[in-house]
Structures are given as structure tokens and as C-alpha cells.
């Protein structure tokens, strides 16, 4: 069965830190990994999709990793913003699906 | 382009009460999935439509309907509402695996 783990469940840093959010999952046949963001109240933006054959993805500020082999993504954000200041969440399919297994999320608040 | 388009945003009922969540996406996207968010456990599928006219349980189904009515068109039902049903409901939609998910903003569900 998949499972997705996040560290850490919360994190705060002062504004302007690089930093870096864990996730993990337990079956690494996985076809690809997305990271979405969530604010307060509001919905889930897709931030990068990594497919299963690419090491990593960029977006401006924003480094996603992907390493299969040990069951292992990390989300790299440089130069932290208080306008990063969310809940980050990743995905995978289950087995060769389209539906989706969540990891719990790790809420980001990044202060001035 | 509005994307995924979920209403209503807000609703509070009454336990035994019956209400309808409507969806609706605009990208002609062949599969359409509705999630359950609550703290601590993260969103989990209740069910899901690879294509008009199917649809399939996903982990959390009991106490829901769904219609996939046509292909823009996902509706989840309750049926009689109870208070562990309260939660905030996304619908969301995606072409397949390789290109990932698009949500809607979420219901706020409140079952008294």
C-alpha cells in the first residue's frame, strides 16, 4: 500500500532563508510526484510535476527532487518570502492510476 | 479559462438532510475525482470518473453518491448527512497520470 509521509509537519523561518520540505513514500514504482500549494482557505495550486524518468523541476524560486530509488522528494524553495507562507503538499498515483495519494502537508510560514 | 468550478462554497445542514455538491471543469479533461480534506488526515478520495458515464470508489466512499453526468460534469450527493461528513470537499480534474491535477476551490461543509 502507498504511503505518503511529510517532515515537518510545520515549519517557521524568518524571511529570506532557503529552504528545504521532505517527502516520502513508500512504493517507488511511482509514474510521477506533484507538489501543490494550499492557502488558508482556498483550494490546491499545482506547483511542478516531476515525471517518473526526471530528476528534478524548476519554477523561479522553487526546486522540486525526485529520487525514486530511495522513495524520496524534496522541495527546495530559495530566498523565502512571506508570500510563500502556505501548506505544501505532495502526491503520487497510485500504482499506474490517475488517482492521487496525499501526503498530510507541511505548513510553511515564513515571517519578516 | 475558469478551470474547475465547485459550488456551493459554503453550506451548513442539518444531520439527515440531503444536498447536492455540483462540479463542473471547462479543460475537456476525461477524469474527474472528488476528495475530502480533515485535519490530520489529509485529502482522501471518496470517488472518482475515468471517463463519462463510469465511475469508482475510492477510500472513503460510504455515505455518497456521485454522477458523472457528462463529460464537464461531476456531481457528489449526500444522501442523509451526518456530522462525521463535515469536512471541506474538492473536486478536481485531470486529462491523465502524465499531466497531473487541477483543483476547484472547495466546499465548506458543515453538518450540525
Known amino acids: 500500500k502507498q504511503e505518503v509521509t511529510q517532515i515537518p509537519a510545520a515549519l517557521s523561518v524568518p524571511e529570506g532563508e532557503n529552504l528545504v520540505l521532505n517527502c516520502s513514500f513508500t512504493?517507488?514504482?511511482?509514474?510521477?510526484l506533484q507538489w501543490f500549494r494550499q492557502d488558508p482557505g482556498k483550494g490546491l495550486t499545482s506547483l511542478l510535476l516531476?515525471?517518473?524518468?526526471?530528476r528534478e523541476q524548476t519554477s523561479g524560486r522553487l526546486n522540486a527532487s525526485l529520487d525514486k530509488s530511495s522513495g524520496r522528494s524534496t522541495l527546495y524553495i530559495a530566498a523565502s518570502q512571506p508570500g510563500d507562507s502556505a501548506t505544501y503538499l505532495c502526491?503520487?498515483?497510485?500504482?499506474?492510476?490517475?488517482?492521487?495519494?496525499f501526503g498530510t502537508g507541511t505548513r510553511l510560514q515564513v515571517f519578516p | 479559462n475558469a478551470g474547475v468550478t465547485q459550488t456551493p462554497k459554503f453550506q451548513v445542514l442539518k444531520t439527515g438532510q440531503s444536498m447536492t455538491l455540483q462540479c463542473a471543469q471547462d479543460?475537456?479533461?476525461?477524469?474527474m475525482y472528488w476528495y475530502r480534506q480533515d485535519p490530520g488526515m489529509g485529502l482522501r478520495l471518496i470517488y472518482y470518473?475515468?471517463?463519462?458515464?463510469?465511475?469508482d470508489k475510492g477510500e472513503v466512499p460510504n455515505g455518497y453518491n456521485v454522477s458523472r453526468l457528462n463529460k464537464r460534469e461531476f456531481s457528489l450527493r449526500l444522501e442523509s448527512a451526518a456530522p462525521s461528513q463535515t469536512s471541506v470537499y474538492f473536486c478536481?480534474?485531470?486529462?491523465?497520470?502524465?499531466?497531473?491535477?487541477?483543483f476547484g476551490s472547495g466546499t465548506r461543509l458543515t453538518v450540525v
Open positions: 470518473s475515468a471517463s463519462e458515464g463510469t465511475t
Open positions: 478536481a480534474s485531470s486529462e491523465s497520470v502524465s499531466y497531473g491535477y487541477t
Open positions: 502526491a503520487v498515483p497510485l500504482g499506474n492510476t490517475d488517482k492521487l495519494i
Open positions: 512504493d517507488s514504482a511511482i509514474y510521477n
Open positions: 479543460m475537456n479533461h476525461n477524469s
Open positions: 516531476i515525471q517518473s524518468s526526471q
